[in-house]
């Protein structure tokens, strides 16, 4: 499984982090308050039971006298009821914003997702953009709706409760509030220790879910080359630095808030100590006592509960530090302010300003170098490809013949230089307005979940059905279709799996064709289908590519005979162009590879015909 190296998260615990989550907490401003009310109400009534208790002892038991416990049992009772009620308010409202702020951050990746360049997902494994997606948003959702408030509660609790001591007895209030400099001392300790393993954490995490997309990916792969125990061997050394580094942080919260119980418990023992002589004395009521008796047990909780939330709000901040480093990734090819003030951008065109195209396209003086290369691909070099020419790219495997197409579709742009579409720089159009305008069929097509006609309808979502099968029939993908048992509506599978190579490229063919581009692009198209059906396409490409601009990324040099321009590509640059004839005629490097494939081709048939 191949190694990648993620961006390494090494701040501190810092606010300034977690303001990239105020947009998404925005829209639920009203909820949010009514958490808060709901949590202070909850926070308010169990501060105010032990009081409760305390009014009992000095009222009925050491006055001897029942006189009054009936209201004093109703007000006890709605007291309870109140307390559940807002219980329930804040379970209801804690929920919702879960759910919703959840969704919001999932829709912002994912429409981030959309606006990023071809080459973040050349170097992106989908297993970490998955991860950061779902695992980083649900636990930064649930962090946010639950322990956040529940921190709060806990805070609000421990405030009240100190200051409902410090009303009953000043002293020995004091005696507990000397645990607070203490806590906070070992929270400023442990918060960068815990904060740094589980960073790692999130990071094995990662690694573990883009092993599991490669393992299920290329499960057939793996069989077929017996490399099952190598996978495993490598999904264990993950899991393994996983589970270390997971250990390191549990060890770090389980020394931690033992810590923190520890010294509250000494100080309430101390606390119960004094107490305990002081009614004695005299100088303490037993109801009192055993208020502040509640009051200091009760008091256990909530600061464990204060510092296992904190352990976790500084957990949490690496997986806020990975959405919002996969929302601050800029793509590489952005439209200018100007163009999108014109004609929109990729979720909100403005079509009524999109110019008409024809499909005319000129090189002018060009350099291109890859975002990740030090070495020119192209050097100063100059083209103009008329609207409706056929221009055929050729060379062998890895030669770079797609780097002029991909720059021709604004896949990438030039270094130096400038591309005209129209005779228009085109990062003066829109991207949108460019790739609405091509058809694109990959040497490896995909399909989407779902039946052969909303694949084929992708091309054109407002298409009728007969529109479709008309596109089907034109690249014969309408005999694909007969041999299904639902035909257009049988499912196609995951990414298209229930069809062969060669069936996925005749519907990715037909949903090109219903687009209707002006300009195709045709990446290999027919390298995976057999030469019967081969011969079917071929004659469809000469009508269907008439008067519109294409390009043939070919393999098979026999393919490409008749295109009106041929480029011939080697070590990334074009070393010869011109027609098929002329070509040959020079003898150069497009002879050789020509000559070199015709005696395979003819060696192949003649083993065939053996």
């Known amino acids: 499984m191949a190694a990648y190296d993620e961006k390494e998260y090494a701040q501190s615990f810092d606010w300034r ?10 829209p639920y401003r009203k909820t949010l308050i009514q958490i808060f009310v709901f949590i202070f109400l909850c926070a308010f009534i169990d501060i105010l039971l032990p009081l409760f208790q ?11 006298t029942t006189a009054g416990v009936a209201g004093f049992g109703g007000a006890y009772a709605a007291a309870i009821i109140l307390q559940a009620l807002f219980v329930v308010a804040f379970t209801r409202g804690s ?8 969704r919001d951050m999932k829709k912002a990746c994912f429409v981030h997702l959309q606006t990023l360049s071809f080459s973040y997902y050349n170097v992106t494994p989908v297993g970490y953009i998955h991860s950061r997606v779902m695992s980083d948003t649900n636990r930064i959702a649930a962090l946010v709706a639950w322990n956040f408030f529940d921190m709060l509660w806990a805070f609000s609790y421990v405030i009240g409760v100190f200051i409902a001591m410090l009303m009953l007895n000043v002293q020995l209030a004091l005696l507990v509030i000397l645990v607070v400099p203490a806590i906070a001392l070992l929270t ?6 815990i904060l740094h393993w589980n960073r790692k954490v999130r990071k094995a995490n990662s690694k573990i879910t883009g092993a599991f997309n490669e393992g299920i990916t290329g499960a057939k792969t793996s069989k077929t080359l017996v490399i099952e125990d190598q996978n495993f061997a490598g999904f264990q050394k993950l899991t393994g630095d996983m589970r270390a580094s997971s250990v390191k942080a549990a060890r770090l919260s389980a020394v931690y808030i033992p810590l923190v119980l520890f010294v509250s418990s000494i100080a309430t023992a101390v606390v119960l100590a004094r107490g305990g002589f002081l009614v004695r004395e005299g100088l303490l009521l037993l109801g009192t006592l055993s208020a502040f008796a509640s009051y200091a047990a009760g008091i256990f909780e909530p600061i464990q509960q204060l510092a296992r939330n904190m352990a976790d709000f500084i957990s949490i901040q690496a997986n806020i530090e990975r959405v919002t480093g996969l929302l601050d990734e800029k793509p590489l090819i952005s439209d200018a302010p100007e163009v999108v003030e014109q004609y929109g951008d990729t979720f909100h065109p403005k079509k009524e300003n999109w110019p008409p195209i024809k499909g005319d396209i000129t090189f002018e003086d060009v350099s291109f170098q890859y975002p990740d290369g030090n070495e020119e691909v192209l050097s100063h070099f100059s083209l103009h490809i008329p609207a409706g020419t056929t221009v055929a790219i050729v060379g062998e495997t890895g030669a ?3 780097t002029l197409v991909n720059l021709a579709c604004r896949f990438f742009e030039p270094t130096a230089g400038r591309i005209l579409i129209d005779g228009v720089d085109y990062r003066r159009r829109s ?3 460019l790739h609405s305008n091509i058809g694109y069929v990959l040497q490896a097509p995909h399909l989407f979940s779902g039946t052969v006609m909303e694949n084929i ?3 054109r979502l407002d298409a009728t059905e007969a529109e479709i099968k008309a596109a089907a029939e034109a690249v014969s993908a309408d005999t694909v279709v007969k041999k299904l048992d639902r035909g257009y509506d049988s499912p196609v599978g995951e990414g298209g799996d ?5 069936e996925k490229q005749l519907i990715s063919f037909a949903r090109a064709v219903l687009a209707d581009p002006r300009i195709f692009v045709l990446d290999e198209a027919t390298s995976s289908i057999d030469t019967e059906t081969e011969q079917l396409i071929q004659n469809a490409i000469s009508h269907l590519l008439e008067g519109r601009t294409s390009f043939l990324i070919a393999h098979r040099l026999s393919t490409i005979r008749h295109a009106d321009l041929i480029l011939v590509v080697r070590d990334g640059r074009i070393v010869e162009q011109g027609k098929h004839e002329e070509l040959l005629r020079r003898k150069g490097y497009y002879h050789t590879l020509y000559s070199k494939q015709f005696a395979e081709e003819a060696a192949l048939r003649a083993l065939q015909a053996q």
């Open 17 to 26: 982090v977690w303001k990239a989550l105020f947009p998404y907490l925005r």
């Open 54 to 64: 305390r009014y009992a002892i000095d009222r009925f038991i050491e006055g001897n």
């Open 95 to 102: 929920m919702r914003l879960e759910m919703m702020f959840g």
């Open 188 to 193: 400023w300790y442990f918060q960068n220790r």
């Open 400 to 402: 770079g013949k797609s």
């Open 431 to 433: 991207q949108l307005w």
């Open 457 to 459: 309808r992708y091309g």
């Open 498 to 502: 229930r069809l062969s190579t060669g």
